[in-house]
């Protein structure tokens, strides 16, 4: 499913950037014109959601453009306003940031200048961008935000009936967000579960969070997808972990590390949907008129050895929802 919109999606812009082309709009630069264009790839620190140098080469490898790499320290406003600057005096013929914090330092700076974004936020909440189908502007991307929350909800009740209170863990943007809405709507419902949020921004934050005698009352754990807990992955599982309760997380990389289960986007490197996105921008296609991307399928991942240790067992036939299964190793 997720393969067939992506390919309509793919066949519009190219019919699209043909017409463009016929009609004189916009000026045919494939092949050789574009090996003489610039693109400049962010990698922050802390790590994005996408590997930036495997990402850089093959935007490189099949778009023929000169790819450059700018590390940046996105928790500093000043690195971020200085690495802005520098990159507008480039004049590069485009930039992708795999964090939002850049995104925003860039459009301080330049209103001209094509940006493609990969965030896991939802990039109409986040000011990314204030309308997904057409953005305008100078800015268009990728987003792992999906609301599946409710769902992973659902699924964490089919696994443990007797759960009446559920800690949700995350950042400040998850808790302003509307998948939380959707979330704590969803638990309003009929499957009847109190919300205890779960606030922190760094590893020390959750250890005191999960310490407060309010996480202790909870009998489960849901880990929406963020980026607190995309930066903090190991640690979330493994103080999630010593509480001994069960936790439904956002993300298979967290099964990978230990979690329980995780009902998540069927992929986790965009690099294919992203350079596809910049061939267009780099062939003369406006940034503004590419849809924001995201993810069409998804799965429901569990990790057996953990499974194993879970008293009392959840019932089995939980297992037969499973897509993924990985073992103690972190292997599938």
Known sequence: MGICLRNIVARGLALALACAVAAGCVQDTAGSASARKRVIVVSPR?????????????LALETGAEVTIREVDILSH?????????????????????TSEMVYGLREVTETIPILFVTM???????????????RGNVSGFTF??????KQLELLKRAFPAIRRVGVVGDRWLFTSTSFRMLADAARGPLAIGIERVHFEDALELERALAQPAAASVDAWIVPQGTATFRFAREVVALLGATGKPAIF???????????????????????????????????????????ERPQTF???????????????PPRRILLLATDFYGADGKP
């Open 299 to 313: 799965r429901f991942a569990v990790n057996t050895a953990t499974w194993g240790r879970i008293v009392p067992p």
């Open 46 to 58: 802390p790590p994005g959601p996408m590997p930036v140098a495997g990402f850089a080469r093959r």
């Open 121 to 135: 936020a939802d990039p109409i909440q986040s000011s990314l961008v204030s309308d997904e189908a057409r953005p």
């Open 250 to 292: 956002g993300s298979e990389n967290f099964v990978r590390l230990g979690g329980l289960m995780s009902y998540s986007p069927s992929f986790e490197d965009p690099s294919e949907r992203v350079v596809d996105m910049a061939k267009s921008v780099l062939q003369g296609f406006p940034v503004g008129e590419l849809p924001v």
């Open 145 to 150: 935000h999906v609301p599946i929350e409710p």
């Open 78 to 98: 000043e690195a971020i306003a200085d690495a802005a600057r520098r990159m507008v005096r480039e004049h590069p013929a485009l930039i992708i940031s795999p």
